[in-house]
């Protein structure tokens, strides 16, 4: 019964105002009689417009209209309402956007009257800001009804009743001021609109009373005396006006319809349900026999009378009633529902679910107020355990209405109980989504820790499930949360990196396990735990099922790898992973872990020649084709480095570097990429080391990706390459103060500055073999480093013409210092036994090798 009291009409300009317009509009404009079907067409599209939730258009279409009349003071008057109306429905039509709005209408009205305190229509534009009123007052008690347990609305509609009636007794009094003025003007016209025309309005001021005294009767429940009398006075007040006014004035039926509503309230139903049938048939006005038409459905519908209130719903049709029609047949289907058992009771209440919600999405917010009240008042409670998808849609009814209500722990409850029965009728799906929205409504509060004791047990019931790795992983986003404020609880940080770990384990392959695989490495690498870190990636790709999360996993494993620049640890997660690809446990994407297993060791170590040709003859078996391109640059990138290596293959560099394209490669793997080859390189004559560079492609870019990276080593092999391409004082600079800079990596950086010092000429030679021999002095005998730096002091007496004593010293090394590496055992054998005044790299092979400019 609430709603329909306030109807579209006000569109239309109600009352004497509007049928009386194309008469004004004729004397003020001389304009023909096609002015009231211009007028009647416009009305109809705006409000069209509004009933299809297309507001905004619908305010700018007026808009537009209101300024093309700027000059024309009733004009003015006339679009001014209507663009009020036309904000009053926006709100309507949005929940969320409704307050602005609402204060829209009273902007726009306050600005006309401030712009033309003496336009004639003031009146109107007064009458029709009480409109706005008590449309926002339907509007909370729409809401209210559809959560009763929320006070706020029904508040908030009692005290726009007080407003409207407050506003209603305000225009009386002004309409009472100017009705003598309007007289005494006549026919000619004046500053006052014609008499007849604010009698009229006097009318619809009692209508707008009415309709405001119904709202507040809906307020109260049935039978309550501040009901009745609410109604005792709507039926009273219109009774009073249609007594004084003829069959022809136009607000005389939307007042009988206002009567009829009160006198079904008053215990006189068969006169009012008879007396709104006729005016649903005969009424002279559209809105009229909609609201006639819904009211008496409602009403017969609540009786039992299916029948009778179903020949009305033909009235609805032929008015184009879009949600009046709606509510009408849900109505209806409640009422039939409650006539009926079994499946055909499921099959009507399903219906009137989708009903519902039609409702609201095609009407907006106002009309799914209106329908989850229906839905919520009559809706028999015993039908829903037979119907999982029935009881599910009504249960988002009912935590709605709590959540409107306010009652946000009611509504989680709620929400888990049904999970749980979910749950226990094996919907483990719904299950999951019920408790994930239960879990949300923690969130919205930033209770963190209960989403997510909510979340967490959920998933791992349910881990097969294909949301459970979704909300495992918002069990992680909550508990990180709740660490922002107790950053040192231990138990909490225990939770966190168990939920990550959880998460790699049970779902290794899903696609949200790659954040919690990326805050895992933040994590435990914020803490220094690479291996720990390694360990678990490489225990995540051995328990993947998808080639695909595998391999993505594994080129994780193999970033973190190369970022760890520990040597000792390096080569045990190294081993690690070469023997779990012994063990097949990498079966999805054994070859593909063997290409990167290979790519890594060759960064990482520069093999003998015997395991340098095993790598070869493996990679010669591997089928690149179908590989993914980052496995393919690496193949390519491993013949590039062992044939940069091996002096006797440096012909081969040229045809190799036509696919090679390492910008596809991850920046770690660049990173290790730059540094193996800039450390072959080195191996080469210093004369060729800028032209060698050059043939790799390591341009200015690789120079500032290696500068920029947060290693000293990396930063060091970076002021090398700015050497070799041109900078060789820039390098120097930069290579000194990262020396005295660095205490970590400190040694690398020495042997590096060492090398760019014997780069650099003759004269600074001597300076290469200080910085070496203190190197020497140093570090533990046998280490990769004591031995480069031995070796970096024989080079530098070949550079020095020293080549006999170079050959001297080589063999020394070989007879007092056993060495483990055969690498560094075949390198200084080269050198005593060597009888060439150059071992260490030909020119002439290397120039071969090189492209001709």
Known sequence: MFGQAVHYRSLTLPGPWFMGWPLFVIGCLTASGGVQAWEDAEERTVRAMCRMGLSAS????????????????????????????CHAFAAWHSRSA??????????????????????????????????????????????????????LPREKALELVRRILTAVEGLEEDIRQRQPLAARQGIAGGQQAPAEQLRQLAVDAVLLRCEALLIRGQLYPSGSTDRIAAASDVEQQANDVLQRTTAEWESREPLQVAQAAARLELGQAAAAVQQLAALARNGQQREVRIRAA???????AAQGEVSRAQALLAIL???????????????????????????????????????????????????????????????????????????????????????????ELAAIQKLLNFSDHEAAQGRNAAALKLGSQAAALH???????????????????????QEAALLHQQAIVCVSQALRSQVTDAGLRQRYES???????????????????????????????????????????????????????????????????????QQTQLAAFAAALAEGQLQPVQNSAA???????????????????????????????????????????????????????????????????????????????????????????PAEHAARAQQLKLDQSWAAMLLDRPSPASQAAGYRLLAWLGQPSEALSGLDKLAQASS??????????????????????????????????NSPPGSQLNLAARWRLLKNQLLLGETEEARQAARLLLATQPLDSTLWQARFERLANDTSATPVGKPGRLKQSLPTP
């Open 58 to 85: 619908a305010i700018e279409y007026v808009s537009a209209r209101r300024r093309l009349v700027a000059e024309d003071p009733s004009a003015q008057a006339k679009w001014t309402m209507r663009l009020m109306e």
């Open 98 to 151: 409704a307050q602005p709005q609402w204060e829209q209408c009273q902007a726009v009205y306050d600005e006309f009257v401030s712009r033309d305190p003496d336009n004639a229509r003031l009146p109107w534009l007064a009458w029709q800001q009480a409109r706005c009123d008590l449309l926002q007052a339907q509007a909370a008690v729409a809401q209210y009804l559809a959560a009763p347990a929320n006070a």
């Open 294 to 300: 819904t009211l008496a459905i409602a009403y017969l």
């Open 317 to 407: 049709e032929q008015a184009d009633a879009g949600p009046e029609r709606l509510l009408a047949q849900m109505e209806l289907s409640l009422a039939e529902a409650a006539a009926t058992s079994g499946a055909a009771k499921q099959r009507l209440l399903s219906n009137l679910i989708e009903q519902a919600k039609h409702l609201g999405q095609r009407y907006g917010d106002y009309w799914r107020s209106r329908g989850e009240a229906l839905l919520i008042n009559s809706l028999p409670r015993d039908a829903l355990p037979h119907d999982a998808n029935l009881a599910s849609e009504l249960l988002i009814v009912e935590v709605r209405q709590l959540l409107a209500a306010g009652d």
């Open 443 to 465: 969130q919205r509060r930033e209770q963190w820790l209960a989403a997510a004791d909510i979340l967490e047990p959920l998933s791992l019931r349910f881990p097969d499930e």
């Open 499 to 569: 939920l990550l770990q959880q998460q790699l384990t049970h779902w290794p392959d899903a696609v949200a396990s790659y954040e919690a695989r990326e805050w895992l490495a933040s994590w435990l690498g914020g803490q220094n735990r690479h291996q720990e870190l390694l360990a678990v990636l490489l225990a995540q790709a051995s328990a993947c099922d998808a080639a695909s999360a595998a391999l993505d996993v594994l080129l994780h494993w193999a970033d973190v790898l190369l970022n760890l620049e520990q040597p000792v640890q």
């Open 595 to 685: 290409i990167l297993h290979l790519f890594v060791e060759s960064l990482l170590r520069w093999s003998d020649p015997s395991a340098s040709d095993k790598a070869l003859t493996a990679l010669a078996r591997w089928q690149a084709t179908s590989s993914p391109p980052t496995l393919q640059q690496m193949a390519v990138a491993i013949r590039v480095l062992h044939a940069l290596r091996d002096e006797s293959s440096w012909d081969k560099l040229p045809r190799l570097l036509e696919s090679w394209e390492p910008l596809q490669l991850s920046l770690p793997a660049r990173e290790g990429l730059a540094k193996a080859c800039i450390e072959a390189i080195d191996e080469a004559p």
């Open 744 to 777: 970590r990596q400190g040694g690398v950086v020495q042997l590096q500055l060492a090398h760019a010092l014997a780069d650099s000429g003759p004269q600074r030679v001597p300076d290469s073999s200080r910085i070496a021999k203190l190197l020497v002095a």
